[in-house]
């Protein structure tokens, strides 16, 4: 049955090699723990009670990550639901089985310092790459947006003198974000320099001059390399991905009294709790300062040991 179910994902379905081999592997697994091997599988054997020993003896006895025994449970789901629509079983026991809650990684952000340290290195640019690769930088940790955003931006989404910028997210949805003076005169800076490569229409509003294409525009593979050389100079952190700076952006908001609702209309969030990720970031902050510094995070009271002794004595 479970060959029949690879063939029937390799084939119809045109699941990758990769992807068939890791059903194949968990729901090998799952027969080991039934002490069979895979042949041997018999649906009328198995039970709900047996798939959810399974996941509990993965997270508790073999250490899995919720997000591993989740994706193990996920192919067993799959291979029942082929079964019931192939009539091999009447019901899908996996059906009210739940996967355990995975925890959600905090982002992580650039130092306040780290970004002060990048933005006096790019003061010294004067080429055209080194003016538009320091602005890359300050656009997004001014304004938060995405990769894919940045990318798409044209001259006409920037109205410099209301200070402003268009931004046009997921399902081309339109966005309007303010900009410094600071910015202003930089983007004014680069627009000057790209007079070098382009007098007028150019093809978007960040651009590189190819060799054999002439003026492009900046594709994602550089404007990733862009980022994470800049920032690999200044930053220990083991990333340093166009994300990073949109979270630092939604960090540093956060910190400096920002709102959550104001956060989540400039990161262009549909959902408040898409943005609420950032508050559980700056409470690990607090937490880490509250533990580090207060004298009675770490210790006991003298006060309390004290009253403690005194009673002992009467």
Known sequence: MIKHFLDYIAIERKYSPRTVEAYHDDLRDFCRFMGWEIEDFNPEDVGEDDVKTWMLNLLEDQHQSPRSVKRKLSALKSFYRFLLRQRKVDKDITARVNPPKADKPLPVFFRPTEMETVTAMDNWADDFE???????????????????????????????????VRIFGKRRKERIVPIGETLVQQIKHYLEARKELVESNPPAFFVYKS?????????????????????????????????????????????????????????????????????????????????????????????????????GKN
């Open 130 to 164: 080194s003016i538009r690769n320091a602005l890359i930088i300050e656009l997004f940790y001014q304004t938060g947006m995405r990769q894919a955003e940045m990318l798409g931006l044209n001259d006409e989404d920037f109205d410099l003198a209301q200070g402003q």
């Open 211 to 311: 060799k054999r294409k002439g003026v492009c525009p900046l594709d994602k593979n550089t404007l990733y390399n862009i980022v994470r050389t800049r920032m690999g100079e200044v930053s220990t952190l083991k990333k340093h991905s166009p994300h990073v700076l949109r979270h630092t952006f939604a960090t540093t908001m956060l910190n400096n009294g920002a709102d959550i609702r104001t956060i989540q209309e400039l990161l262009g969030h549909a959902s408040l709790s898409t943005t609420q990720v950032y508050t559980h970031t700056t409470f690990e902050q607090i937490k880490q300062v509250y533990m580090a510094t207060h004298p009675r995070a770490t210790k006991s009271d003298n006060r309390d040991s004290k009253t403690d002794t005194e009673h």
